[in-house]
């Protein structure tokens, strides 16, 4: 078992950045596969970047390349999302994913994750 916690959400303005952190626990959490998602009322969890357990291979929606960076520090078992630039379309309920494989390239759908946080709310102001 894994549990995933998210922090540094808020409210911001436009054209502010933030910092996500996703410290996990649990037996072996530095071995798996990382996931940023986010979710508005009324729609389906997207996906926002996703890195490996090694740290190497990262991945990002469309959206987000170039102002969203994911990052790891496996010595601390924390997952991070330094987000950029941020747009009030970025204002979501962010949640961390944990993915037991792995190995491989980074995943971007929900049922590719095998345990999730409580998520933390980023608001954007224009």
């Known amino acids: 078992q894994v549990q995933l916690v998210e922090s540094g959400g808020g409210l911001v303005q436009a054209g502010g950045s933030l910092r996500l952190s996703c410290a996990a626990s649990g037996s072996s959490s530095s071995y798996y596969a990382m996931g940023w998602f986010r979710q508005v009322p009324g729609s389906d969890r997207d996906f926002v970047a996703a890195?490996?357990?090694?740290?190497?291979?990262?991945k990002y929606a469309d959206s987000v390349r170039g102002r969203f960076s994911i990052s790891r520090d496996n010595a601390k078992n924390t997952v991070y999302l330094q987000i950029s630039r941020l747009e009030p379309e970025d204002t979501a309920l962010y949640y961390c994913a944990a993915r037991k494989d792995g190995q491989g390239l980074p995943r971007s759908t929900t049922r590719d994750y095998d345990y999730w946080g409580q998520g933390t709310q980023v608001t954007v102001s224009s």
């Open positions: 890195i490996s357990s090694s740290g190497r291979g990262t």
